[in-house]
């Protein structure tokens, strides 16, 4: 049985309510999009539709001859001012209105100031641009070929599309673990690329007075304090006279921690027309053009002996970074916390090799809550993990608790560099198992397969660093490997593998005779309860 | 295009452009800001009203579709100083965080508690299921439902005075 | 806060976002807030105590080791009626009368905290699901998470916290992808095609803890905000390919979408005849 938050007192004072709450169910929060300042106009973006392109020509006097628009805005424009690029969060650049090229689709190319969102969008229609398309850069594993298209051209030397090499942990250590392994598997696995989807996209409302100089920016940011600082670099403003306010803000999850062009594009636009300008993207804009994150294509290998003892863990990893490093992280190592890879485990030796490159997609990769990498991080341990308990016919879980850091060993420093604070890593384990009935659940397994159905469990770890740190320095300590004992395979009448040993693949029927869910529909109406919505929705089945 | 709405039963009389959507004229023509707009594919539901009682999403309703329906917005909930149900029970069992996606998924609670005053854990899921929330993992928005449900007999804005007294003095400050 | 000095918390305001109204800070991300900002508002209303004991002190006429501390009040060893509160020792810092030699006025401290560590948050996650083979779909049957991340200040919160990082994992393991064509159009545009769970597709989560503090920060917490997005999708993956096992199947990407789930069935199946 689980416990309820109610059964347990917080620090001090009890259960403890939002004091933010009474302003949001009444409809009284204050987003980005609620602000509304005198004067106020609208930007909008154009978005490139192509993902690589040499722009020839660009053609914005229809748009500024609407009777609503202000102000229509070009890289050309913001060249001569030096705020055509921007530095990124990961020491690289990116475009804030294209110049040249155009290297992800979605990729801003223009801005329109005008009376009303509205017409703001009309104008867009009336911008041309003539756009010479090349060859796009799409698998990154294509990224590094020597005929590959050079996606950053804009960079001084630049001949390829090689961003990082980074490595971490002792490879000539694993070399001489994994080769004296009993067992050893391999697995290729991708993290694909996500985003982070917050219900409220990103936005800001730019008010610089011509008077006193000062700009006062609205931003849907998680880290104001450092925007202020970049806008000062990048505007050349000073900083005493930036103000960045953060409103309630729709979800960040680190989707809002980076600037993005529509904000710089909005503080120009206030800075040419005198008034405040306000820029909101819409969903299509959110999801293809800001932070997405993830996209790691990794190759793990684990060695082992053949009684259970994880000995060692090794990865190659292949970074899609799309067009721009734009990373939002704020670590000194280029794949962030990746190599947390060894998890929970009290490992012999480690190794990671993460290489980044960049493709014609936007840009991004730290977002989602991934704590910089270490979603990746632990998707590669804990796969592996499952993967040779496949391998040696073991349960996952009972491997996992053979194998688990034994918390006398706190604080503990990992292969690469890690030192764990605190942790109790088997009791956590034992309680999950419990509070899930895991035999129970085994049982019930073995009984369906047996009886011709099947059914998937799965118990994991996971370990975690967080908050934002510096790094650590490497410690080579060895250790020596735990005495072996117990046995892999079922045991307690857990049959785990009982039909699905590598070897013995189970020759169940592979139709008919399951019986699992009914089938849904097959397309999902994306519908509230009423019979007479007029606006139902639909979405795709996931393909 | 004139345009005369009915909203939370006050009438609104506005020239507004014929293609413009209704969760447009809520937020920027009235100043109802407590409908949001999170997609362009009706796939979220922060823009979720009521028409004629019914969850409607007014991001692909125009408003000159609603002339001659009544429509209720969030900000239409609380009563003569009075919660809803709904709006406590959200507050009580920590229904939301962000509260981006808060002020549809009351209206839909609202809607479902009039039609089916006592709904399972499964019909409250099936009928918040065309919104979308990216922070609570929606078992707290189920338990704010049933909260609601259990509590709400005897009248809007049941809860603690003191409650009462501290949401009265934020909306005030 | 409250906690360290006996203020309630309907009495303290907490301004955030507001680049004038605030001293620098790098930003929420990366489940810091806790680690980082919450060590510091612990750190400072220690630093505020102490100051609050010297000037009781004053107040009193005895020395400050002959003070007893009562959440939010001082009071003399022995003579519990003898006390001071927080509020009137503030009142008396700003008035100046009574301070001891050489103590400015005041009763206000700052602190820029500089973590010694991370914290390592832990947890252990055990999920269940279904999936029908004749139509691929993966039904999350069950979903437990046991979260350690040390003192727990507010459980409510983590609570929160930890099913929004689930219902994430969920998603990304059955049905979130950015994905693109050979012309590097994007396919991943609009929630028709970039899909999030929806409150039918993720079931009831069973949440509990266990308690290991931080030996490093001020009051044992550790961070919560990404654990469960950061645990959850590998166990969802690794129940789909324990189910799948049976035909052969060793692993599958993310996202196990319907028709990735059968093509990996009729492919493993197939190489069996």
Redesign the interface.
């Known amino acids: 049985m ?2 309820a ?1 109610e059964q ?1 007192r ?4 009890g ?15 204050n ?1 980005l ?2 602000i ?1 300042l005198p004067g106020m106009l609208h930007g909008a973006i154009l978005r490139s539709p ?3 392109a040499r722009m020839v020509s660009i053609d914005t006097s229809e748009a500024a001859a609407h009777p609503k628009v202000r102000a229509v805005i070009t890289g050309a424009d913001l060249e001569p001012l030096n705020l055509a690029w921007m530095p990124t969060l990961s020491s690289d650049t990116q475009s804030v209105l294209a110049t040249d090229k155009v290297r ?3 990729q801003e190319v223009a801005f329109v100031v005008a009376d ?3 017409a703001a969008r009309d104008a867009l229609e009336l911008i041309h641009v003539e756009y010479d398309i090349l060859d ?1 850069v ?1 698998d990154p594993h294509h990224a590094l070929d020597p005929d590959a298209p050079v996606i950053r051209d804009d960079l001084e030397g630049r001949t390829d599309n090689h961003i990082f090499d980074w490595e971490s942990g002792d490879a000539d250590e694993c070399d001489r673990v994994f080769a004296e392994a009993d067992v050893v598997v391999t ?15 990103c936005g800001a409302v730019a008010d610089y007075d011509q008077v006193t100089g000062k700009l006062t920016l609205y931003e849907t ?6 925007h ?1 600082t970049l806008y000062a670099i990048v505007a050349g403003i000073p900083e005493h006279k ?13 989707g809002k ?1 980076g600037i993005y062009p529509g904000y710089v594009c909005a503080v120009v636009g206030s800075i040419v027309t005198g008034r405040p300008v306000k820029w909101v993207e ?3 804009e959110n ?2 053009s800001t932070a ?1 994150a993830r996209d790691y294509h990794m190759t793990g290998e684990i060695a082992a002996t053949s009684e259970g003892t994880i000995l060692a863990v090794r990865t190659t990893v292949l970074a899609d970074h799309g067009a721009h490093n734009g990373t ?3 670590t000194k190592y280029p794949a962030g916390f990746f190599h947390v890879f060894t998890g ?1 485990y009290d490992l012999q030796a480690a190794h990671c090799k993460v290489t980044g490159v960049y493709t ?3 840009p991004g990769g730290v977002a ?5 990498r ?2 990746e991080a ?2 590669l341990v ?2 592996m993990v ?2 040779l308990a ?1 391998e040696l016919g073991m349960d ?1 879980a009972e491997l996992r608790m053979k194998n688990l850091i034994q918390p006398d060993q706190f ?1 503990y420093t990992t292969r690469t560099g ?8 088997p ?3 034992r ?3 419990d ?2 009935g ?1 035999e129970d ?1 085994r049982r019930e397994q073995a009984e369906k ?1 047996a009886g011709g159905q ?16 510096r790094g ?1 320095l490497h410690r080579g300590r060895r250790r020596r490997p735990a005495a072996s004992h117990g046995h892999p395979g079922p045991r307690h009448g857990r049959q ?2 009982g ?2 040993a ?1 070897d013995g ?4 029927a ?2 008919g005779a ?1 019986a ?5 529909d097959d397309v999902r109406a ?18 | 295009m004139d345009v005369t709405l009915t909203v939370n039963g006050v009438e609104h009389q506005r020239d507004v452009e014929a293609r413009m959507l209704l969760v447009h004229f809520l937020r920027d023509e009235l100043g109802l800001t407590g409908t949001h707009w999170g997609c362009d594919t009706s796939n979220c539901g922060t823009c979720v009203v009521l028409i004629d009682g019914e969850p409607v999403k007014s991001c692909t309703t125009l408003a000159a579709m609603t002339v001659g329906h009544e429509v209720r917005t969030v900000e239409g909930l609380e009563q003569d100083g009075q919660l809803d149900p709904v709006q406590q029970g959200f507050m009580e069992e920590h229904g939301l965080q962000c509260g981006f996606c808060t002020p549809g998924m009351l209206l839909t609670a609202r809607a479902l508690l009039d039609a089916n005053p006592d709904p399972s854990t499964d019909e409250i899921r099936e009928a918040i299921s065309g919104q979308l929330c990216r922070c609570t993992g929606y078992a707290t928005i189920v338990r704010s439902v049933r909260w609601a449900a259990e509590h709400g007999e005897g009248g809007n804005g049941a809860g603690p005075a003191a409650d009462r007294a501290e949401a009265q003095e934020e909306v005030g400050s | 806060m409250s906690e360290e000095l006996g203020i309630p918390p309907e009495d303290i305001d907490v301004v955030h976002g507001d680049t004038d109204q605030t001293p620098f800070g790098l930003g929420t991300y990366g489940s810091r807030s806790t680690p980082v900002s919450g060590a510091a508002v612990a750190l400072t209303s220690r630093k505020v105590r102490d100051k609050a004991r010297a000037i009781a002190a004053g107040m009193l006429e005895v020395s400050p080791d002959d003070l007893e501390w009562e959440k939010g009040r001082f009071f003399v060893k022995g003579d519990p009626d003898s006390g001071k509160t927080i509020a009137d020792i503030a009142m008396a810092a700003h008035g100046a009368a009574d301070l001891p030699d050489g103590m400015e006025g005041s009763l206000e401290a700052m602190t820029t905290y500089n973590p010694p560590n991370l914290t390592y948050p832990f947890g252990a996650y055990v999920c269940v699901v279904d999936i029908d083979p004749t139509t691929g779909e993966t039904k999350v049957r069950r979903f437990v998470a046991v979260d350690d991340c040390g003192t727990r200040i507010n459980p409510m919160i983590i609570e929160g916290q930890v099913h929004g990082g689930l219902a994430d994992g969920v998603g990304m393991a059955l049905m979130e992808i950015i994905d693109f064509d050979e012309f590097g159009n994007c396919l991943g545009g609009s929630f028709m095609e970039y899909l999030i769970p929806t409150a039918v597709e993720v079931p009831d989560w069973e949440t509990d803890f266990t308690v290991t503090p931080s030996p490093h920060h001020p009051i044992g917490a550790k961070g919560v905000g990404e654990s469960a997005t950061v645990g959850s999708p590998p166990v969802i993956m690794n129940a789909i390919v324990d189910a799948l096992s049976v035909y052969g199947v060793r692993h599958i990407d993310m996202p196990a979408t319907p028709s990735k789930v059968w093509e990996a069935i009729h492919a493993a199946t197939a190489d069996e005849r």
């Open positions: 689980t416990t938050p347990e917080p620090i001090g004072f259960r403890l309510k939002r004091k933010e709450d009474p302003r949001f169910i009444r409809g009284r929060g987003y999009d609620d509304v192509v993902a690589h992800f689709q979605g009303d969102r509205y796009p799409i697995r290729d696995m991708v993290y694909p690329r996500v985003h982070p989807a917050p219900l409220e996209t940011t998680q880290a104001p304090h450092a202020r930036i103000r960045v306010i953060s409103p309630d803000v729709g979800g960040g999850f680190g921690v819409d969903r299509s999801l293809i997405f939002a992280q704020p929970s014609n997609k936007a989602y809550a991934c704590s910089f270490v979603t632990v998707y804990e796969r499952d993967v496949a996952p604080p890690w030192e764990y604070d605190s942790g109790d890593y009791t956590t384990l309680k999950a198992l509070v899930a895991y659940l397969r099947r059914a998937g469990a799965s118990g994991r770890r996971v370990g975690i660093p967080d908050g934002h740190r650590l785990l593998r039909q699905g590598p693949q189970g020759r169940r592979a139709f399951d699992g869910p009914g089938a849904r994306d519908r509230v309860r009423g019979a007479r919505d007029p606006t139902r929705g639909h979405r795709r089945r996931p393909r």
